[in-house]
């Protein structure tokens, strides 16, 4: 049996590494991750995830892990910022506010079965002011982040408390991730 990770994120990688596992290989899967009109967030992080683990090509004997983080403000979903306004509204909305952080991950195992999970976590920020938002901004580390911020960063220092899972916001919800690998077979104590 061998794993493949069904991602080009960094986080993840690191991420799994801390379940003492590293991916045989990996892949970048390649999908639409516009949302479905109206729909929820937990609809869709959850369905978002499980489409990347099905489009990545899959060997009889291979585990498939993919992942998807989205912030959610009510029922908006914030992806990743389109660019430096984008990035800017983002923080500017988040600002002084609680928010959930999903993450979802699937797993498919060696016989083609599809299972997730959902990590559902509170973040609040304090309020931000304009100046320190233009510093995260230029700072560039809010980029290709859900949301707009990273927490394992500056953006740390934006949080009051945060509620739920701290690897699940980073990207891969280390407790739901070890349930469905071990469910798949892999090796984990
Ligand atoms: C909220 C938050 C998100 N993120 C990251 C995790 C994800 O990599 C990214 C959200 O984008 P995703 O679409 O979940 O993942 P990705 O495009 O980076 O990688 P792939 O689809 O190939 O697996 O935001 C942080 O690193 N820190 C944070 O605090």
Known sequence: MSL????????RRELLGRLGLVADRTAAP?????????????DYVLRIACAKAT???????????AGDTTIA???RILGKPADAADLRAMLTLLSGRRHHCLS?????DAGGTLRHRLSD???????????EIDAY????????????????GRAE?????????????????????????????????
């Open 4 to 11: 493949v990770l069904a991602s080009s994120s960094p986080r």
């Open 104 to 108: 979802a991950v699937a797993v498919i």
């Open 73 to 75: 403000v009510g029922r």
């Open 121 to 131: 976590t509170i973040v609040a920020f304090r309020p931000l002011g304009g100046d």
């Open 55 to 65: 489009a990545v090509p899959r060997a009889p004997n291979e585990v498939i892990l």
């Open 157 to 189: 220092a934006f949080v009051r408390f945060i509620h739920g899972s701290h690897s699940g916001v980073v990207g891969l919800p280390l407790m739901e991730t070890r349930a469905l690998l071990r469910t798949a077979g892999l090796p984990l104590a």
């Open 30 to 42: 390649e999908i639409d991750e516009a949302p479905l009109p109206a729909e929820r967030p937990r």
């Open 137 to 152: 901004v230029a700072s560039g580390e809010g980029e290709g982040k859900a949301g707009g911020y990273a927490i394992q």
